[in-house]
Structure formats: C-alpha cells, structure tokens
C-alpha cells in the first residue's frame, strides 16, 4: 500500500510539473477584480477547457483608434491607450468625459518577418450610457460587435512583446484539434497571418494580481 501511494504521489507531481501555473486550469474563471470597480463588457461562457475558455459576447461596443504600424507591441499599445485617455477625458466633439472601462484591447495583425512593421489597433469598452450616442471624434472609430464568439487565454504578470507571441502560440496549441479551432481557421481565412487580440485589465501601477488575454476572434 505504502508502494502504492507513492507511485500515486510521484504521477501527481510530474502531472502538476506540466502545468503552467500562469493559464487556467479547466473550469469555468471568475471575472477580473478589475470588472467589479469598473464597467466590462459582459459576457456567457460556452465551453471551460484546459487551458483556454470559449465566450460568446451578445452585443458590445468599442472605441478604437486608426490602425498604428510599429514592430513593439508595448509601444503601439502605449501610443493608442493616449490617444483613447483623451478621447474619454473630453478630446471629442461633444466635449463629454467617459469613464474608463476594461479591458484595453490591441488587436495585432502580425507582420509577415521579425524586422517588420505589425498594425496595431487599440479600443477601450464603451460604458453603456454613451452607446446609444458614442461621441465622435477625429482618428477614433466606434465599432458595434454583434454576437462574437471569443477565444481566451489568461495569462499574468506585465505584458511584454516577447510574450505576446508566446502566449498566442499556446492559446493555438490548447485548442488545436478542436470545433474551436476549425471555427477560428475558417473565420480568418484569408489572411497572411492570423489576427488576434490582448486584452489588459489592470493600470500600469498595479503590481499584484495582474490579470491580461489573449483573444481569437471568431464567428460560428
């Protein structure tokens, strides 16, 4: 028996060695700290797997900059999140202030080589208060999403551009094989690289308990 239970011990441990302790494990996650103080667009989940979660967003909208080409992530994201501060700050044309919201969402179409420009778009969630009327502003665009299906990846920590890939990479390996992934490859089809999404949802001063996304966008 004391053989046993060791041998179960040891199978515990190399399966727990495996696991990433930044993903999630597979149930359904609780919605970021960060959604309880300000407004989120909400959201149903409708599958919980290893590694990566399927949401379906019924009806949301964004405010989302024109498209910034750099080769960094980090600084594209920095250069969109000032041009979005302002706009809620009253830097549109009815002068009204929004409230912040999250998540900061950057949507990447990859450059085709390392040394390349990437095109970068960077939204901020509308309160639904100013949806009815979103105030127009110069280089910001108001995108309505309808049904959208969402394939997510957590991750924490400070988003950095070497980590971005990464972590795509291993949201594309969790559901590889799956209706998920057929879904994804059939709703991009057609373009050079495939187009996701990082959504942050913590200030830049917050230090603990960061929580970000990755997201494949996709229709059923």
């Known amino acids: 028996m004391a053989v046993f239970n060791l041998l179960k011990l040891s199978m515990l441990l190399t399966l727990l060695s495996d696991v990433k302790l930044t993903s999630w494990p597979m149930q359904k996650q609780t919605v970021p700290d960060t959604c309880n103080r300000i407004e989120c667009p909400t959201y149903d989940v409708v599958y919980s797997g290893y590694g990566y979660e399927i949401r379906a967003y019924n009806s949301s909208m964004w405010s989302t900059t024109s498209s910034i080409d750099d080769i960094s992530f980090v600084s594209a994201t920095r250069t969109g999140f000032l041009q ?99 879904a994804i490859k059939k709703s991009h089809a057609g373009e050079i690289t495939t187009e996701y999404m990082v959504a942050q949802y913590n200030s830049p001063f917050e230090f603990d308990n960061r929580v970000n996304e990755i997201w494949f966008r996709f229709n059923m």
């Open 84 to 182: 979005l501060f302002k706009y809620i700050q009253g830097g549109n044309t009815y002068n009204q202030k929004i409230e912040m919201t999250g998540p900061v969402l950057t949507e990447i179409a990859p450059s085709d080589g390392p040394f390349c420009e990437s095109s970068f778009l960077v939204s901020f969630y509308l309160p639904k208060k100013n949806q009815a009327d979103p105030p127009p502003a110069d280089g910001i665009t108001i995108q309505k999403w309808g049904l959208t299906y969402v394939a997510v990846r957590r991750f924490g920590g400070f988003v950095t551009d070497s980590m971005v890939g990464v972590e795509a990479a291993a949201l594309s390996a969790s559901i590889s094989g799956t209706v998920w992934s057929d």
